[in-house]
């Protein structure tokens, strides 16, 4: 199943493996005009992979984007 855009070539989904593939803790924004439920495969616990659903508002966006910046930062800091 092709779950939307994705690099030239293959779907979101395809290319979301590979990105995964080659770096395993990159975090991900999935935005999908799809219901969470069928992109819930791709979500994790780890919270390194987030959904925003299509269509969404800029403030929603950026909260995301926030949410997303300030776990990775936190996640940081505890490497440390």
């Given at each position: 199943?092709?779950?939307?855009?994705?690099?030239?070539?293959?779907?979101?989904?395809?290319?979301?493996?590979?990105?995964?593939?080659?770096?395993?803790?990159?975090?991900?924004?999935?935005m999908s005009?799809?219901?969470?439920?069928?992109?819930?495969?791709?979500?994790?616990?780890?919270?390194?992979?987030?959904?925003?659903?299509?269509p969404f508002?800029?403030?929603?966006?950026?909260?995301?984007?926030?949410?997303?910046?300030e776990s990775?930062?936190?996640?940081?800091?505890?490497?440390?």
């Amino acid at each position: 199943r092709n779950y939307g855009q994705g690099l030239p070539g293959m779907g979101g989904d395809e290319a979301f493996r590979e990105i995964r593939r080659i770096k395993p803790d990159v975090r991900v924004i999935l935005m999908s005009g799809f219901n969470q439920e069928n992109v819930q495969a791709f979500l994790d616990d780890s919270g390194r992979t987030r959904f925003l659903h299509k269509p969404f508002e800029i403030d929603g966006l950026l909260q995301i984007l926030r949410e997303t910046l300030e776990s990775k930062s936190l996640a940081s800091l505890h490497e440390s």
